[in-house]
């Protein structure tokens, strides 16, 4: 363990130093004891009102924090960097956001700052040892900082500099695709078209996002079943639908607001059915935190029907509730399947009844996790509702099996031709602001040859053909050492991505890893030879550029795009925009190579005028006509949506039954299925706060929780120290130093918090298809720690 030594702080309040050793990947064992209370049993209410109004204000201040708050969401206001969820197309409230998108603004619009003093004070080993909580909560980076060779300080560097430095290297490789150019989900639509411009006329398709992680699995399945990889559904329809389903998805944390929209249809009589491991509080009862008068009082029960199926039970459950519907239209002939549906927009449908006929009651039970009763009640719910809607996250797209998953929900929505009809589809909920739009501008390390002819024919290049690395095999590539060098727009890739030591030994093996980023994260501490911070403007930031301030624009869950205009001034004259920096790159870049010389794109005059970009964005990505003028219109504009007109663009236009083997769970005695999952207090791997009120934990986030007769039967006692191993293919990964929680979750199953429990998901154990990571079914067994003063990792 590495000593430590105790300082002050400006404040005054004492700080843990510790000893400098070499960098850490995994954050640091707590020093406190994580507590366990009561769960709270609503949420929102006076509580989510007062944490918001306690994150804004002692971040921002009061007048400040009120100012801006007041601006998100709102109609060309600020749209908030969190979650994806859409804002009404109508008239909106003054109060558009939800605790979490307070603390997230709160977050980026702190007035704390980390200076160049600040990197002096701190040496990279010792940043690491402080906690991921601590790493954000020292404000926003004001300079672009440099990691030299051989040094383990961070220094100032100016952009013309860092450009340079970062041309230099990518110039000097064998080959563009020896580079790696991640995104995270907060870049705008014009940042990322920029972004993909500069990286195919660098040379690569090497552009990883994160929608990698999280809902690739989601577009792979829907867009091979019907032609079309987006959520099917608007706003308006959850007016409409009977019964709303939330799988795999606790929005309470993840997407507030859509707590709102589930309040509104639950009042009009629609029911709710959540299917999940854990019941979440969010979606148990809920108070509107707006809704002062509601404060006192039990809220409204949300859901109907809660289905605690076991980890990776969706498959066997949907089969099950499937075959229900079945023999529901053995029992009412024509009344049941909708006919004409299936025979005038589907294909495969009699192959498909066949193989499900073929699966047999007792293998659905025993991996679903639940009753032959409750099968039959949720697929009751589902048959007697003429507008269903299917939401679902990462509980589903996490898997080995994930895209089996989102395929298996398609199945079961044909049957009863719940697609392409007012208030029903699909909705695929997406928890970045703007992961959904990066992809449409092109983000892609598997681009269409129509886009790519689009993108060339706009700039009189021939861009490349070839494939690019998805994340996992973007780390792969950076071990093997077939990739040297790692940019990343935004987010923070160490703590994202799975396999936390690989990751970190990938990102060690690079000549140069470059973060464009508002604030520190532990991407920044494990580096490649040299490392490089370019700090940008946050979206609640005035974004000034020759032909004078500029808006940008995003894209939700449901297809809007909307314009996105910060009024703060910038947390410090030297950032600069997402837009700007790519610019400054690929001018650095391109002039000092032989083989980009010719080139063609004014990158200044694009930058003065964002206007411009949207010029080009409208002649290569298809729905984006009129765009400058349609986007200015309040609210924005709806992408094209074909499954809306019954639509299929698929190869043969049909929408597509799919067949699916029953996953098998196979635990060797003693194994647990894990899940990772965020606290209430963390947005992705940004953490606010060490509470998760709705699981009743306090102060800590290294627990697993576990049901409490798996508790017994292991002999394991609440707040007991525990290991974690994970096992695949006979590698074995530990996570040490967990605290045990019992908690209402199936047997053989255990939940943790990521990104601490990263470090058990194998890199090479990722979905099928998709490739999305497995994080949410890791086969692991559970031992007591044995060294009770060893340090986590
Ligand atoms: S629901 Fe999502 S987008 Fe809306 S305010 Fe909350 S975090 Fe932000």
């Not at 020896?178 to 989900?185: C, D, L, M």
């Not at 090497?206 to 079943?225: I, R, V, Y």
């Not at 703007?434 to 290049?461: A, C, H, Y």
């Not at 006979?730 to 130093?737: N, T, Y």
Request: include cysteine; charged fraction near 25%.
């Amino acid at each position: 363990m590495a000593e430590t030594t105790r300082e002050s702080t400006e404040s005054g309040s004492l700080i843990e130093r510790p000893g400098s050793t070499s960098p850490q990947a995994q954050p640091p064992e707590e020093p406190t004891r994580p507590e366990v209370k009561p769960i709270s049993k609503v949420a929102g209410g006076m509580p989510a009102a007062i944490t918001a109004a306690k994150h804004a204000f002692s971040e921002m201040g009061v007048m400040r924090g009120t100012r801006t708050l007041l601006q998100l969401n709102q109609k060309q206001g600020v749209d908030c960097p969190g979650c994806a969820w859409p804002e009404p197309d109508g008239e909106r409230s003054h109060f558009e956001f939800c605790e979490e998108g307070a603390k997230h603004v709160a977050d980026e619009a702190t007035t704390k700052r980390a200076t160049p003093e600040f990197f002096k004070q701190w040496n990279v080993a010792e940043l690491s040892q402080q906690s991921d909580y601590w790493l954000n909560q020292q404000g926003r980076i004001t300079h672009p900082m440099v990691l030299r060779e051989g040094s383990d300080h961070y220094e100032v560097i100016d952009w013309s500099e860092a450009f340079r430095l970062i041309a230099r290297v990518l110039n000097s490789l064998a080959s563009p695709d020896e580079a790696v150019f991640y995104t995270s989900g907060r870049t705008s639509n014009e940042a990322a078209f920029l972004y993909q411009l500069f990286v195919r006329q660098f040379g690569t398709n090497n552009l990883p996002d994160c929608s990698n992680m999280c809902h690739e699995s989601s577009g792979t399945g829907m867009k091979e079943a019907i032609g079309f990889g987006k959520g099917t559904v608007a706003l308006e329809d959850f007016d409409l639908a009977d019964t709303i389903f939330v799988i795999g998805q606790n929005p309470g944390t993840n997407h507030p607001r859509m707590l709102t929209s589930l309040l509104h249809a639950k009042r009009r009589g629609c029911k709710i059915v959540h299917i999940n491991p854990l019941p979440e509080t969010g979606l148990a009862r809920f108070k509107h935190p707006q809704e002062f008068w509601t404060w006192i009082g039990s809220g409204t029960k949300l859901a109907d029907l809660f289905v605690q199926v076991r980890v990776n039970g969706d498959v066997a459950l949907l089969k099950g509730i499937m075959k229900e519907v079945f023999d529901a239209e053995e029992r009412l002939p024509g009344q049941v399947l909708d006919h004409e549906f299936i025979d005038t927009y589907t294909r495969g449908f009699e192959e498909f009844k066949e193989a499900l006929r073929a699966v047999h009651w007792g293998d659905i039970l025993e991996q679903a996790g639940v009753t032959k009763v409750t099968i039959e009640d949720t697929a009751r719910i589902f048959i007697e509702s003429e507008h269903v809607i299917f939401c679902w996250a990462m509980g589903l797209t996490q898997h080995k099996n994930a895209v089996a998953n989102i395929q298996e929900i398609v199945n079961l929505m044909m049957l009863r031709g719940q697609l392409g009809k007012p208030g029903a589809g699909l909705c695929p909920v997406r928890g970045h602001s703007n992961v959904q739009g990066d992809r449409t501008m092109g983000i892609w390390e598997k681009p269409s040859e129509e886009f790519l002819d689009k993108l060339g024919n706009e700039f009189g290049f021939e861009p490349p053909r070839r494939h690019g690395y998805d994340t996992v095999h973007a780390i792969q590539a950076m071990h093997e050492g077939k990739a040297k060098v790692f940019f990343a727009m935004g987010g923070n890739f160490l703590s994202a991505t799975p396999d936390t030591e690989y990751t970190a030994d990938a990102l060690r093996r690079c000549r140069l890893t470059v973060h464009v980023s508002t604030k520190l994260n532990r991407a920044h501490l494990i580096t490649g030879k040299q490392a490089l911070i370019l700090p940008c403007l946050g979206r609640t930031e005035v974004d000034k550029q020759a032909a004078g301030p500029q808006f940008v624009t995003t894209e939700n869950s449901m297809a809007v795009v909307e314009t996105s205009q910060g009024k703060l001034a910038p947390a410090a004259p030297q950032l600069m925009s997402e837009p700007a920096i790519v610019a400054g790159l690929a001018k650095a870049v391109c002039s000092t190579n032989l083989s980009l010389s010719d080139m063609k794109v004014d990158w200044d005059r694009l930058i003065a005028n964002y206007d411009r970009i949207r010029t080009h964005i409208e002649h290569v990505v298809p729905g984006f006509e009129n765009y400058n003028e349609r986007v200015r219109q309040p609210g924005g504009f709806y992408l094209p949506n074909p499954i809306r007109k019954r639509e299929f663009k698929t190869k043969d236009g049909r929408a597509h039954f799919t067949v699916h083997p029953l996953p098998q769970r196979e635990l060797e005695p003693g194994q647990f299925l894990m899940t990772t999952m965020r606290s209430h207090d963390q947005f992705n791997t940004t953490i606010y706060g060490l509470d998760d009120r709705y699981r009743g934990i306090r102060n800590g986030r290294r627990v697993v929780f576990l049901n409490s007769d798996d508790m017994r039967c292991f002999q394991f006692a609440e707040n007991q120290l525990v290991d974690l191993i994970s096992h695949f293919d006979g590698e074995e990964r530990i996570a040490h130093r967990f605290r045990v929680v019992p908690y209402s979750i199936p047997r053989g199953c255990a939940a943790t918090y990521f990104p601490e429990g990263n470090v058990l998901v194998p890199v090479r154990y990722f979905a099928d298809k998709s490739h999305t990571p497995a994080s949410k079914s890791v086969v692991i067994s559970i031992r007591p720690s044995k060294n009770s003063r060893r340090r986590a990792g």
